[in-house]
């Protein structure tokens, strides 16, 4: 018999701190694999949106339209909080509701949006009480950045080249805004 369990808890730190079984851990901590989350390889999400689409078409013996490129940069914005199983989750609820075989940004759950922080494109919706155009553009920038440095892994040069950027810009834009605390040094 083989046993394969996961966890999002580290099991070392777990036993070190008395609260799992020290016993247990060496009995399941055979080949022990780190895989890491859903948001730290994005990459992954087209292929895991293609499969789930496939494997659902098959199981739901129902129609379903490529994804649009609109809805799969939603889909890699999102952080993952529920890794690989709330991405399937998502894809076979889409897949059941869809009328049309076709899943729609708007279709999306709002939580999908929260990432950007920005209405779904072509939606611009102002509530009534007004907005501060200033944060949400300053917030904006901030994404920017930030993702272009996480692409970049902490590399500045090469983040403000994705940025169309040159380098003492985004490093100037990153000590106004404050945000040499999310930045990891080159």
């Known amino acids: 018999m083989r046993v ?4 999002n808890t580290d099991l070392e730190k777990s036993v070190e ?8 851990y060496y009995r399941l901590n055979v080949i022990p694999l780190h895989i890491p989350p859903l948001r730290d390889r994005r990459s992954d999400i087209p292929l895991l949106v293609n499969h789930f689409l496939t494997r659902f078409r098959e199981e739901k013996g129902r129609e379903v339209k490529p994804i649009s490129d609109d809805v799969m940069n939603a889909l ?16 076979e609820r ?3 509701l869809s009328e049309d075989g076709s899943i729609k940004l708007s279709d999306l759950p709002e939580k999908v949006h929260e990432r950007t922080g920005l ?11 007004g907005l501060d155009f200033n944060q949400i553009t300053g917030d904006f920038e901030n994404r920017l950045i930030l993702a272009a440095l996480e692409k970049s892994r ?10 169309g950027l040159k380098r003492t810009t985004l490093v100037e834009k ?3 805004k404050g945000l040499e605390s999310r930045v990891d040094e080159d």
């Not at 701190?17 to 247990?24: A, S």
């Open 4 to 7: 394969i369990a996961a966890t």
């Open 17 to 24: 701190q008395k609260t799992f079984r020290e016993d247990l």
């Open 76 to 91: 890699m914005a999102y952080e993952w909080p529920g890794n690989v199983r709330e991405l399937e989750n998502l894809i």
């Open 94 to 96: 889409m897949i059941i």
């Open 119 to 129: 209405p779904i494109p072509g939606q611009v919706v102002i509530p009534d009480a």
């Open 154 to 163: 902490g590399n500045k040069n090469l983040a403000a080249k994705l940025l």
């Open 174 to 176: 990153i000590k106004k």
